[in-house]
Structure formats: C-alpha cells, structure tokens
C-alpha cells in the first residue's frame, strides 16, 4: 500500500528541522546534543566520473548493484512497518513535466488521483518500496540535470534511519545510532562497495 503525505516532519522519527541543519551547517538550528552518523557507499568505476561521460552499460550496471543493496538493507530493518520516501533538504514538485521516464511511479500517481505536481512525502510498505526499487534509484539521477533534485530520502518510520539515493548513483546511510551505521560498514554483503565514512562531530 502507498499513501500520500503533505506533512513530512509528522511522519518521520527524528527531527527533520536539525537533520537539515547537521548536514547543511546551519549552526543557529542545530541541536548539538545530537549527532548523525553516516556511511557512503559508493561504486569504483563511477567514482568522481561525470556521469553523462559514462557509458550507458557502466551506469545499468552501477544502479543494478545498488538496488540490489538497497534492497538488503530495506530486508535487514524493515520490522514489517512503512517507510516514508521524501526529497532530502527541499520540498519540490515530484514531477514538473509528462514524459515515459519512472512509467512505473508516474503511473501511481495517477491510480491515486494525485498530480504529478504534488509536495509530500509518499508512504510505502516493503513489497511496494522494493517493487519500485529500481525507480527510486533512477529518480535522482534522471532528473538531476532538469530540476535539480539531488537526494531522496528513504527513512524507516520507527529508526532514526536513511537511505540516501543521490543523483550520483551513491548510496548512503545515516542515522543516529552510530551502532547501526557500523553494522553496515561491517556486512560483507557490501564489500563490493568503497565505503567512506561520514566526518564524525563528535
């Protein structure tokens, strides 16, 4: 099942308002009594290319590795709850123009009467988000050079958690519990992955 939400900030676990400011240094808003880790987990090959350089096959083959890491770590911690899907630091249109590119979520949209112009976070079980994995993982990166969307954020309703999609091909986790962060840097299940630590603040 997926729903429609206008209010973000209600849905997600953490204060969405101090995660702004802890990445973007926005020092007057941040609560410094909480601190986000973060792990990048980025692919060699692609690593500091300009992606429209690239070949189209090392770009398939980039976001076939990361839906399917994506997908492990949705299994690893879903919990059976929802997860809310929701564009990083600002609040856009999800899609400004009609176009056959992300048919599959285009297609949602329309099957629940909601324009293509709506603000909001959507609201997903775990068959859906995995469903639609592959799409949310294109979404940043087919429309980064048209209305400069840069990151989705993929958090669980329950864990102070994300997934960070970025129009880059990179994945990233960050959270609040530095101990899940590590489990991730320490699964072997993402090794093919370079994995770069975030800047601790501690």
Request: net charge negative.
């Amino acid at each position: 099942m997926i729903t429609f939400e206008k209010n973000i900030s209600q849905q997600l676990p953490y204060n969405r308002e101090n995660y702004i400011a802890y990445f973007n240094d926005q020092n007057d808003d941040l609560d410094r009594n909480v601190i986000w880790y973060g792990v990048s987990l980025q692919q060699a090959d692609i690593k500091d290319q300009k992606l429209y350089q690239v070949s189209e096959q090392i770009v398939v083959n980039s976001v076939n590795r990361l839906e399917n890491a994506f997908k492990e770590i949705v299994s690893e911690f879903d919990q059976v709850l929802p997860w809310i899907i929701n564009h990083d630091d600002k609040d856009l249109p999800w899609f400004n123009t009609e176009n056959s590119r992300l048919p599959h979520l285009r297609d949602i949209f329309k099957q629940n009467n909601i324009p293509s112009s709506f603000i909001g976070c959507l609201v997903f079980d775990k068959e859906d988000l995995v469903n639609l994995a592959h799409e949310l993982i294109t979404y940043p990166y087919d429309l980064l050079s048209k209305l400069s969307y840069k990151t989705l954020d993929v958090s669980h309703t329950k864990l102070p958690f994300i997934i960070k999609l970025t129009g880059h091909l990179t994945l990233d986790i960050v959270s609040t519990d530095k101990a899940l962060v590590t489990k991730i840097v320490n699964d072997d299940t993402f090794d093919s992955f370079l994995k770069i630590l975030y800047r601790s603040r501690e």
